[in-house]
């Protein structure tokens, strides 16, 4: 096992679902993300300081490591808002065969 989990799951949220399906499409098929899934939420936010709340659409990426940057840059330059949450984490265990799926596409060329 290596010390670096190979795929990871990168999140952001946006507001509406046209923008989740807009970069999920665009960073899916520039080959940035080996696949997406997006869900609506309710959020409780401070913002302007004072608490908001509101429908948010989640974002979740599935990439490989060494596609991560790569993805966050992206994600960064498309999304509406100037200061947008873009965090990611390990997929602690996964089977070969899925890191094998998700790097095929990710994994930049040299």
Do not use: C
């Not at 923008?19 to 997006?38: K, N, P």
């Not at 908001?52 to 659409?57: A, H, I, K, L, V």
């Not at 949450?85 to 089977?95: G, K």
């Amino acid at each position: 096992m290596t010390s670096e989990s190979r795929v990871w799951a990168m999140t952001t949220t946006l507001p509406t679902e046209q923008d989740a399906h807009s970069i999920a499409e665009s960073v899916v098929g520039e080959r940035l993300a080996a696949g997406a899934e997006i869900v609506k939420q309710d959020s409780v936010f401070w913002h302007l300081s004072k608490v908001g709340t509101g429908p948010e659409w989640r974002l979740t990426f599935r990439v490989a490591a060494a596609g991560r940057d790569r993805l966050a840059e992206r994600i960064a330059e498309l999304h509406p808002w100037s200061g947008p949450e873009i965090s990611a984490s390990p997929v602690p265990w996964t089977t070969e065969r899925y890191a094998q799926w998700v790097e095929s596409p990710t994994v930049p060329q040299e």
